[in-house]
């Protein structure tokens, strides 16, 4: 039994090693940079109310946001809305 785990933990010993250096910096290299996004604006009292938990308020900030003629992203608020 004891020979049997001496393997055991000889192969889990060779296998967890890490690779070596210039493997991991060539496929550092090769990884594709983060794209940036931002969130569409939305009305402050939106905002203000979502940041001070106030829900209610802010489904009826976002109705309110919503009825204006010009609303620069509707679908935003709506997935906001919930």
């Known amino acids: 039994m004891l020979p049997a785990v001496l393997i055991v933990l000889q192969?889990?010993?060779a296998f967890s090693q890490n690779p070596p250096a210039?493997?991991?910096?060539?496929?550092?290299?090769?990884?594709?940079?983060a794209v940036v996004?931002?969130?569409?604006r939305i009305p402050?009292?939106?905002h203000?109310?979502?940041q001070?938990?106030?829900?209610?308020e802010a489904i009826t900030a976002i109705d309110v946001a919503l009825k204006?003629?010009?609303v620069a992203a509707p679908d935003y608020l709506l997935y906001l809305k919930g």
């Open 48 to 50: 203000d109310a979502l």
């Open 68 to 70: 204006q003629e010009k």
């Open 37 to 40: 996004t931002s969130l569409p």
């Open 44 to 46: 402050v009292a939106v």
């Open 22 to 33: 210039k493997d991991t910096a060539k496929k550092k290299a090769k990884l594709p940079t």
């Open 52 to 56: 001070s938990r106030k829900f209610s």
């Open 11 to 13: 192969a889990a010993a």
